[in-house]
């Protein structure tokens, strides 16, 4: 089964980053849905569903690929601000951030080395910081 299904998939555009952003709506009018016995919510559910395994099974994969790419361009802000908030986290216990008081760089220093001087990458400007 799993290789009949491969062999259908073959030259369909597939799964990308923006059919699975529109499961996010599906999601979410299911739910107010099934809250507030709205029908008009599942009929826009499934109005959604339909077109994400329209795109999936496409054949015209230039226009799925240019649909992704202008959902990538628009949500590009986004996703970087989520990104660096994830280093961040995921850093926190090893490093501290400080920004250069010259250029306003952010850069990251080990913890618990005292008194560092730090030489910016972008300015060349030297400080010291206390970590």
């Known amino acids: 089964m799993k290789e009949k299904f491969r062999k259908f998939m073959v030259g369909r555009y597939g799964a990308d980053a923006f059919g699975r952003f ?24 499934l109005v959604i569903l339909i077109y994400i395994y329209y795109r999936m099974f496409s054949r015209n994969i230039s226009a799925r690929y240019r649909e992704n790419q202008k ?21 926190r216990k090893d490093y501290k951030f400080t920004r250069c008081p010259y250029c306003n760089l952010e850069m990251r220093v080990p913890k618990n080395k005292g008194k560092v001087i730090i030489k910016c990458k972008k300015c060349k400007n030297t400080f010291e910081f206390r970590t």
Do not use: W
Request: net charge positive; glycine share 6%.
């Open 71 to 91: 959902f990538l361009d628009l949500t590009k802000p986004i996703r970087r601000q989520i990104n660096y908030i994830g280093i961040r986290i995921r850093d």
């Open 22 to 45: 529109l499961l996010l709506p599906v999601l979410i009018l299911l739910i107010i849905g099934y809250v507030k016995l709205n029908r008009y919510c599942h009929i826009g559910a």
